[in-house]
């Protein structure tokens, strides 16, 4: 099993920053893809940056120029800074990880449990 921890949200000002983290432990042979959702009230769960084991990144538009995804591979640990934070930035932020135990096992996906980002106007 592949277990996922979150941290670094809570409350904030709009135009403020933050940096969530993600550790991932547990059976892990290798980390592919690692990344961010978020999930605001009423909405669906929608992408906000992911990040390949060879630093690939990918981010949203509504993102893009704000937040930054990074990973340590070597802790299995992804990161989100995010900075000029806005109001619709508000949301549970879900860490995500694209995991193989083994060398000849298929890989699968895992999720943390979330951590509640919260920016006032």
């Known amino acids: 099993q592949v277990q996922l921890v979150e941290s670094g949200g809570g409350l904030v000002q709009a135009g403020g920053s933050l940096r969530l983290s993600c550790a991932a432990s547990?059976?892990?042979?290798?980390?592919?893809?690692m990344g961010w959702y978020r999930q605001a009230p009423g909405k669906q769960r929608e992408l906000v940056a992911s990040i390949t084991n060879r630093d690939s990144t990918n981010y949203s538009d509504s993102v893009r120029g704000r937040f930054t995804i990074s990973r340590d591979n070597a802790k299995n640990m992804v990161y989100l800074q995010m900075n000029s934070l806005r109001p619709e930035d508000t949301a549970v932020y879900y860490c995500?990880?694209?995991?193989?135990?083994?060398?000849?096992?298929?890989?699968?996906?895992?999720w943390g449990q979330g951590t509640q980002v919260t920016v006032s106007s």
């Open positions: 547990g059976s892990i042979f290798r980390v592919n893809v």
């Open positions: 995500y990880a694209d995991v193989k135990s083994g060398f000849w096992e298929p890989s699968n996906d895992y």
